[in-house]
């Protein structure tokens, strides 16, 4: 399997360079020969600065903002809130660019050139010959060595000669440069309090590197080997006053103590012990050795099943390069970010995105990867929970549809999509997700019911009785981002009743909270439920009021469909037709993360070719030459959310069985996976000849009883020996487990 993307030309644009990072350092690599560019961040550079968002006092006119929706002034009430309910001040802050590696070599002329990224080895390579002399730069960003590393070689001793320069697009920087081959800048982000460093220690084999101006000049070099370190005075969001020359100095110390080929060595041995947890085979294709921005372009109406496999992979190489145990969470872009104003700051967007983002962790084996996310939610449920009592004068904590650096939890930005409260709630459930599918209590019981437990108490206290049903609902919120300020989208009740459903069953299993349990049980039951209208649709709104020639990117009323579980083909036959009916209505388009989330949509429907249609659409027409997810602008998301959707296709385990090749297509007839995860905490292996399935391993984390779904008759063995197995039903087969032990699944006959 190729897992190499390749070029025949440098990058001209940022969304050509090559990505690479170690969690908390991302760099583009450009690749070019006159020169080199190389741009990089620190996740913790952001503008602003520690600071409570929060607006005393909103909670006063929270009742009067709800009288104006139920008599139907929904402009009066969006201004109203505008005026008294928002964020202060009304916007948070970007995530911000460090600087730029520039590396001056003065090479016009060149031939034979190729620019390489190795997923596997997380290498980015360029080589290219000029003056009848091969020229090889390869780079990386090291996780144990804490920088980013390239090394610059000939084919002909004495050959190497550059000058390497360091620069920043904020003002408030300064360059130094040594004869010891180290460049240095610090500097202080424009409009923000963190200040930075970086070093870049530049060391020559068999020549020298000595000051040249603000830069580094190097002559007469066999090779030469850069280590590029950088760091932040930002702790936390509640601390921006650490010593960046400290840190980075300690960092330099890591990354300078190691020869190169150490460093090398380790940083694959790192990148592998994650990556190739997770194999995937969909077939050969005769374009492999093509360029891959060609084959990107060609994609929609040729056969690449190779590329398709690749762009799985893609995805999960860029969550071990961008988020890691310790690091922050990814952002709209993960850590790359050439902009001081990126599209949409760069924030994390809890109405969809930064929850696509962390889609595939577990799915594909990178559980270690969800960290930085439970990090963020430990922070917002404190800064939440300020902002629940300033502006709802409830318990427990709350988050809208933003945070940033600093974890402001207030609705940002304008009235009409700025006030939904469930941001927060949906982040929990990949605290429940991490539970179910590891079964380890001390994580549910030290970290994810507390924070759970907080976000539940916050909707025990907001949710209010509708006049006209009866039912519970959420008010004021939106249905993100379409129709405006509302009461009762139909959203935010599926998120709630998941919220709840995770609660009651994490008391249970801990055995606490008994009377809480109770209190959500009852409340539970009496949220407005999903609602079919009048063209078949599953209603957005608790009004039938659903444009069928809308064609919105969001599809939020089908959140119950995925990420949720409430609606299944099975469980709720009725209900899932009328999302489909909903998601038909919407079509097609969209932006790069609708169209990721449509794949996951239609492979819940178990429908596995449009799925692919969706995917296909994504990778040629919604995708940059480098691989990045085209929103338009960049937005990483949709890489997540298209690597989870053909996790998706291939496995699912929500609705409380495993189930295996659920939307498989007629475009991968043949293939295989290696180490996906199922819920219950089983490691999967799925093997398919002929758009069948040929042979499924379980193996069980666990032990426990196994529900199985598989297309067709199948029988289990363990080690050689038949397990009993009981056929429900449904359709489904059940056999019991134990810890370690691999069942074989076959098809009968």
């Known amino acids: 399997m190729d897992l190499t993307l390749r070029y025949d030309a440098p990058a001209e644009e940022w969304v050509e360079a090559l990505p690479i990072g170690n969690g908390r350092l991302g760099a583009m690599v450009f690749g070019r020969t006159a020169t080199e560019r190389v741009q990089f961040n620190e996740d913790t550079v952001w503008a602003g600065g520690p600071h409570d968002y929060a607006h005393e006092g909103a909670a006063a006119h929270l009742p009067e903002i709800r009288r104006l929706l139920r008599e139907g002034k929904q402009r009066e009430a969006e201004e109203l809130a505008l005026r008294e309910s928002m964020s202060v001040p009304l916007g948070q802050m970007p995530y911000q660019p460090v600087g730029d590696l520039w590396l001056d070599f003065g090479h016009e002329d060149v031939t034979g050139y190729e620019r390489t990224l190795d997923l596997q080895q997380a290498l980015t390579r360029v080589s290219y010959s000029v003056g009848g002399v ?39 920087t300064h360059v130094d440069a040594s004869d010891a081959g180290l460049l240095t800048f610090t500097g202080r982000v424009d409009e923000g309090v963190t200040r930075f460093e970086a070093r870049v220690l530049v060391e020559a ?6 000051a040249a101006g603000d830069g580094i000049r190097v002559e007469g070099a066999d090779a030469v080997v850069l280590r590029l370190t950088c760091a932040s005075s930002a702790r936390s969001y509640k601390d921006a006053a650490a010593d960046p020359t400290a840190r980075c100095s300690a960092d330099a110390a890591t990354a300078s103590g190691r020869p190169y080929n150490a460093l090398r ?24 050795e093509a360029a891959t921005d060609r084959r990107l372009k060609a994609f929609e109406d040729g056969d690449d099943p190779e590329l398709a496999a690749q762009f799985f992979q893609f995805g999960r190489y860029l969550m071990i390069a961008g988020s890691r145990p310790g690091t922050e969470p990814l952002n709209l872009q993960g850590i790359w970010n050439e902009s001081q104003k990126p599209p949409w700051d760069s924030k994390y967007t809890t109405n969809i995105n930064a929850e696509m983002n962390y889609w595939p962790v577990e799915t594909t084996n990178l559980a270690e990867c969800h960290e930085p996310l439970f990090d963020l939610i430990r922070d917002v449920s404190e800064t939440g929970a300020r902002v629940a009592r300033a502006h709802y004068d409830c318990d427990g904590w709350v988050l809208h549809h933003n945070t940033d650096m600093w974890r402001g939890a207030a609705p940002i930005n ?9 941001g927060g709630a949906w982040l ?43 039912w519970l609902i959420s008010t004021p919120s939106n249905s993100p981002e379409i129709g405006g300020l509302v009461a009762g989208p139909t959203m935010d009740h599926q998120i709630i009743r998941d919220l ?28 407005a439920p999903n609602q079919i209208g009048k063209h078949g649709q599953l209603q957005e709104w608790l009004e039938d009021k659903d444009d069928p020639e809308e064609e919105h990117r969001h599809v939020s009323h089908l959140w119950g469909l995925h990420p949720g579980c409430e609606i299944t083909p099975r469980g709720t036959p009725d209900v899932c037709a009328a999302a489909k009916q909903s998601l038909t209505f919407r079509g097609d388009g969209g932006t790069g993360w609708s169209k990721a989330w449509k794949i996951n949509f239609w492979a819940r ?34 890489n997540f959310g298209a690597t989870a959707g053909m996790a998706e296709m291939l496995l699912q385990s929500h609705a409380g069985e495993i189930s295996l090749l659920p939307a498989l297509p007629s475009a991968w ?19 398919w000849e002929g758009g069948r399935l040929e042979e499924a391993r379980l193996t069980s984390r666990l032990g426990g009883a196994c529900r199985l779904r598989a297309p067709g008759d199948v029988d289990a063995s363990c080690d050689g020996v038949d397990v009993e197995t009981t056929r429900h039903d449904d359709g489904a087969w059940e056999f019991e487990t134990e810890v370690g032990r691999v069942i074989v699944v076959r098809p009968r006959g």
């Open 428 to 470: 929990c459930q990949h605290l429940w997700e991490r539970y179910v599918f590891s079964g380890d209590q001390a994580f549910l019981a030290d970290t994810a019911y507390p924070l759970m437990k907080g976000a539940a108490e916050f909707f025990v206290g907001f949710l209010v009785e509708d006049e006209d049903t009866g």
């Open 265 to 288: 060595e380790e940083h694959i041995a790192d990148h592998r012990a994650y990556f190739d947890r997770v194999t995937l085979d969909l077939g050969s294709s005769r374009a492999a």
């Open 205 to 210: 084999e068999g020549g020298r590197a000595v």
């Open 414 to 422: 304008a009235s009409n999509h700025g006030i939904w409260p469930t």
């Open 134 to 172: 091969r020229w090889t730069r390869e780079a990386f960003a090291t996780a144990p060595g804490r920088a980013i590393v390239m090394r610059i070689a000939s084919d002909t001793p004495g050959a190497v000669c550059f000058t390497a320069r360091l620069d920043s697009p904020h003002a408030d």
């Open 605 to 638: 429907f178990e429908d596995g070719d449009h799925a692919y249609r969706m995917l296909a659409s994504l990778i040629a027409t919604g995708t940059y030459p480098n691989m990045f997810d085209a929103h338009p602008p960049f937005q990483i998301d949709g």
């Open 669 to 687: 007839p043949t293939g295989g996976v290696r180490g996906l995860r199922a819920r219950g905490g089983f490691d999967v292996d799925i093997a």
């Open 500 to 527: 709840f459903a995770n609660c009651i069953a994490a008391s249970e299993t801990l055995a606490m909270d008994a009377e809480f349990r109770s209190t959500l049980v009852d409340m539970r039951r009496r949220i």
